[in-house]
């Protein structure tokens, strides 16, 4: 088996090698700014040279290179070993610009992709509502269109960063005659409204990252619709592809596991480092097994997407992947940190590693939720056993998987 990218590839592997070492980390001037700035300095950069925002066409901010999934990977292996600044993370640049870009209407590209990628305007995601969370279909959110207005009614549920986002991407139904799937639409709207109300819900980690949100006559202009009035189930697939691709990758896997054996290293068993223990020896080689497994599926996704091909079933093996390894790597680090792992947030005055302990505390909290977010492992078990491996449907289950 050849994993190789081939001379050519390689060859631009060098190029971009000699970009970082020209840019990143940037001048002794430039690094005096705050990080942020830093960043957005290094990504004009990138972005001129056609290493970021790829597939992003000139006119709204992007690099307009063609479509090459390996140029890709390797600008993400090689600015990932340099800690560069990669595309700015969040759920606008993920979820929506990719949705925009394949089926949003050409004034709705110009108004919003430039401002989301630069981080200028933010975004959350209004799916889930109580009772409609893997059956995302049944939601009951009503939008009516009132003259040139929608006007939507109902609740969400587990919206990530309302409170600090400035507009939403939506689900809500606007044909309630027409059957579950075929009554959707998929609409944008400012946050900034007083028709709605974000009240925020905390989580077992102490932050409140995720809230309900209530809508009470909230307005939306009829043209923020992507995609056709009805259609708003197909445009949704089009944005969770991109959130699963986006949990999935296997660069995050690698980098729990170098963590964790950093962590081992750090820790002491019976007065000798956790590293030499041989049962965490063990552990953190089962787990490598795993993050190699993943990493080659990785490579067959990869495979798959330069062919031009569906990825398949692959894509979604990868976020269960991904997850699965993230919540093992977190438990293992609960086990090295030993009591340690009881702290809670806030105990500073313990020193640098407590600091680090409150990271993996923190890690392993949060992997739970992401094994939810975006349609949870079971889901995705059932899927994969029912539509990937042919298998009978779940008998446990009363109806089939949506999410
Ligand atoms: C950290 C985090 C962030 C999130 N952010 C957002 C966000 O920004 N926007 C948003 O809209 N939503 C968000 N969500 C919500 C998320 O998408 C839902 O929680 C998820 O889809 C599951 O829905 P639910 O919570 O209603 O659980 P339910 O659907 O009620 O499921 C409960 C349990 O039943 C199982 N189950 C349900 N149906 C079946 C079936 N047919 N077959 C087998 N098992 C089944 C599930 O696997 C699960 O274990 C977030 C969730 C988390 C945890």
Not at 54 to 68: C, F, L, M, V
Not at 162 to 189: N, Q, W
Not at 247 to 276: D, F, H, M, N, Y
Not at 303 to 323: C, H, N
């Amino acid at each position: 088996m050849d994993l190789s990218y081939g001379s050519e590839m390689e060859g631009f592997r060098e190029e971009v090698q000699a970009f970082l070492e020209a840019n990143w980390p940037l001048g002794d001037e430039e690094k005096e700014l705050p990080f942020e700035k830093q960043a957005a300095v290094f990504r004009e950069r990138a972005i001129e040279q056609g290493y970021l925002y790829r597939n992003i066409p000139k006119t709204y901010g992007g690099s307009e290179q063609a479509p090459d999934v390996l140029k890709a990977q390797i600008i993400r292996e090689e600015f990932g070993r340099k800690w560069a600044p990669q595309e700015a993370r969040g759920i606008g640049t993920m979820m929506l610009v990719p949705t925009l870009l394949e089926r949003g209407e050409e004034w709705q590209k110009e108004k919003f992709v430039r401002p989301t990628i630069t981080g200028e305007i933010t975004w959350c995601q209004g799916y889930s509502e109580p009772g409609s969370g893997s059956d995302l279909a049944s939601l009951k959110t009503k939008g009516e269109l009132q003259g040139d207005e929608w006007v939507i009614n109902g609740q969400k549920i587990w919206t990530s960063g309302a409170h600090v986002s400035d507009f939403m991407f939506c689900l809500v139904r606007t044909e309630p005659e027409a059957s579950k799937h075929a009554g959707i639409s998929y609409l944008l709207l400012d946050m900034k409204q007083p028709g709605i109300e974000v009240r925020p819900l905390r989580m077992m980690t102490g932050s409140a990252d995720f809230n309900e949100v209530f809508f009470n006559d909230a307005r939306t202009p009829a043209e923020w619709i992507v995609g056709k009035r009805g259609e708003g189930w197909l445009v949704s697939r089009t944005t969770l592809k991109h959130e699963r691709n986006s949990i999935g990758a296997a660069q995050q896997t690698r980098v729990a596991l170098k963590g964790l054996i950093e962590l081992a290293r750090k820790s002491e068993i019976a007065g000798r480092p956790a590293l030499e223990d041989s049962s965490i020896r063990q552990r953190l080689a089962e787990l490598e097994g795993y993050v190699k497994a993943h990493q080659y599926s990785g490579y067959r996704q990869l495979t798959k997407d330069a062919k031009g091909e569906d990825a398949g079933m692959i894509a979604m093996m990868m976020k269960l992947f991904s997850t699965e390894i993230g919540h093992k790597s977190a438990g293992l680090s609960m086990d090295l940190l030993s009591e340690e792992g009881l702290l809670s947030a806030g105990n500073a005055e313990l020193g640098v590693r407590a600091k680090d302990s409150q990271g993996w505390i923190a890690r392993y909290m949060y992997s739970l939720g992401i094994a939810v977010a975006g349609g949870t492992a079971n889901i995705q078990r059932n899927v994969i056993a029912e539509r990937g491996l042919g298998l009978p449907r779940d008998a446990a289950a009363n109806r089939s998987p949506e999410r």
